[in-house]
């Protein structure tokens, strides 16, 4: 299994699921998107060589050359909070693509528009065909360590790889908050 390199997603658009996964935080530094995930699911063939189908417990998606960001969710029982970040208005990109972001409390869909999208599997990766879980769920027991995850999703340890590509000290942590009323029609009827 490929592991501790950054792999370039770009001929597999449809191999690296998050629709199911659980992540706590975002980072942006200039136009470069950082999310750590937890659970993603392989489908379809991928560079990993892993089955489809199968689930990796820790992995990061980073986003490069990033000219906007939206999203379209919110809290389980609660307001729905649409908007959208514009980091360059000025690039054209070469990808837009949809990624699932669930929190404890809150669940997202992320669009976003990239220059280049890359996925890497810590040393340390386990992948397995069951789920991976951060919290007690009404269907499922936590199966990590709290310790870990709350690291992982902090970021507060990236590997090198991934430390020596995307500058955390001077990141910020993606905030979803509701747009303008006009932003949030136009967001509405392009999604």
Do not use: C
Request: charged letters at 25%.
């Amino acid at each position: 299994m490929n592991r501790n390199k950054l792999i370039d997603f770009k001929n597999y658009e449809y191999a690296f699921n998050t629709s199911e996964t659980y992540s706590m935080n975002a980072y942006l530094s200039g136009d470069d998107l950082l999310i750590p995930y937890l659970n993603s699911q392989i489908s379809d063939q991928n560079p990993f060589e892993i089955k489809v189908g199968f689930k990796i417990d820790y992995s990061y998606l980073l986003l490069s050359g990033i000219s906007k960001i939206q999203w379209n969710g919110g809290f389980y029982h609660g307001e729905n909070i649409i908007g959208r970040l514009i980091v360059n208005n000025h690039r054209s990109n070469d990808f837009t693509d949809y990624f699932g972001f669930n929190r404890r409390n809150d669940s997202y869909e992320i669009k976003a528009s990239f220059k280049k999208i890359e996925v890497f599997l810590p040393s340390e990766s386990k992948v397995s065909n069951g789920e991976w879980i951060p919290w007690d769920t009404p269907n499922f027991k936590q199966n990590l360590r709290s310790s870990e995850i709350q690291k992982f999703f902090e970021a507060q340890e990236l590997p090198r790889l991934i430390d020596d590509r995307f500058n955390r000290e001077n990141s910020i942590e993606l905030v979803f908050k509701n747009s303008e009323r006009g932003v949030i029609k136009e967001i509405i009827s392009k999604w």
